[in-house]
């Protein structure tokens, strides 16, 4: 079974600076996703940015962007020019892509990490 | 695209009865769906994936008989906690996966459930 592990329960970082949330998961498979969900206090999961481990450029989407290390098995998200909507759970997450077609696994979280924006 | 709505949104219930939440994929179909549960201060546990015209799957330590899911069309999955006592009072969410590999899942808004 794969498991994930966030080490950060709570992080904080002022208005416009960067902060990195890690991540790291034990696998034995070779294929798989990995993601960044966000989850503000209105609780719907957003998602930030995925990564899939096949591929060795990390993933950029605007302000976020993670350092895989596969080998490590490592998924570090950064986010630069932190803004105060950006407060909220982040959630590091893991799928399996031991099927064809895709979808067929449900995600396995991390304990999450609370960051809070110092205005 | 990719939006997927929950209802209801928040429910309350006696002890002993029955609760149905609905899980729909507005603009897009899933032959699959899946169903978390979180505690509150806690990380999503995966409960049982969903599957359009067959049996649902589910975690180990999920009662089948308690949690029961039925993918009735591609757009449509329910979860129904039979015989609902305090205990499963939580936070239930969905997702439905979507996209060109279908890797990636996009979540309902939750549904609380407390049970009196």
């Known amino acids: 079974a794969q498991t994930v592990t966030q080490s950060q329960p709570e992080m904080s970082v002022q208005e416009a600076e960067t902060v990195t949330l890690s991540c790291t998961y034990d696998?034995?498979?070779?294929?798989?996703?990995l993601f960044w969900y966000k989850q503000p206090p209105s609780r719907q999961m957003i998602l930030v940015i995925r990564q899939e481990a096949y591929k060795q450029q990390n993933a950029t989407e605007n302000r976020f962007s993670v350092n895989f290390q596969k080998a490590a098995k490592s998924f570090s998200l950064k986010i630069s020019d932190s803004q105060l909507g950006d407060a909220a759970m982040y959630f590091c997450?893991?799928?399996?892509?031991?099927?064809?077609?895709?979808?067929?696994?449900?995600?396995?979280f991390g304990k999450g990490t609370h960051l809070i924006i110092q205005p | 695209g990719a939006v997927v709505s929950q209802h209801p949104s928040r429910v309350i219930c006696k002890s002993g009865t029955s609760v149905k939440i609905e899980c729909r994929s507005l603009d897009f179909q899933a032959t699959t769906m899946f169903w978390y549960r979180q505690f509150p201060k806690q990380s999503l546990m995966l409960m049982a994936t969903?599957?359009?015209?067959?049996?649902?799957?589910?975690e180990q330590g999920v009662e089948k008989d308690k949690f029961l899911i039925n993918h009735a069309s591609l757009t449509l999955s329910t979860l129904t906690v039979t015989s609902a006592h305090p205990e499963d009072s939580s936070f239930y969410i969905c997702s439905a996966p979507f996209g060109r590999t279908t890797d990636t899942q996009y979540f309902g808004p939750g549904t609380r459930l407390t049970v009196l």
């Open positions: 997450a893991y799928r399996s892509d031991q099927y064809s077609g895709g979808g067929a696994d449900g995600l396995t």
């Open positions: 969903s599957n359009e015209g067959s049996k649902a799957t589910y």
């Open positions: 696998t034995s498979e070779s294929d798989y996703y």
